[in-house]
């Protein structure tokens, strides 16, 4: 990805498909996007990343990465604590857990490709 997208400009957001279009979701640390990128999992769609997308000429680019869990998200999305409980964990600085969940689902795989937002 770095060579890919050497030169463009990085935000901190999520890409999300629907309905054939991509959306970018564009906020600040801690600000509720990766919740919000679980409710779209939830709901079937397409999340590609949650952290950095990467703006190009052509296209957009998500970067490629699980989406980390905190522990205070599952209360946003019961119907996938199971499943996000299973998923590989570590702990931060202050004993909390968090998981990282690969965003696909029952009807989609998890994938990241170039496209239009």
Do not use: F
């Not at 079937?44 to 296209?59: C, K, M, S, W, Y």
């Not at 970067?63 to 998200?73: A, D, V």
């Not at 702990?91 to 990241?112: F, K, N, V």
């Amino acid at each position: 990805m770095i060579e890919e997208t050497q030169g463009c400009p990085m935000l901190h957001g999520a890409s999300i498909v629907c309905n054939n279009r991509r959306i970018l979701v564009v906020a600040s640390k801690g600000s509720g996007k990766t919740t919000l990128s679980l409710k779209c999992v939830a709901e079937g769609l397409n999340v590609e990343g949650d952290e950095h997308v990467a703006i190009r000429q052509e296209d957009v680019l998500a970067r490629p990465r699980t989406l980390r869990i905190k522990k205070g998200s599952l209360k946003h999305v019961p119907e996938l604590a199971e499943r996000i409980g299973s998923c590989p964990s570590i702990a931060d600085w202050e004993g909390t857990l968090i998981y990282s969940m690969a965003p696909e689902t029952d009807r989609q795989g998890w994938s990241i490709r170039a496209g239009s937002a």
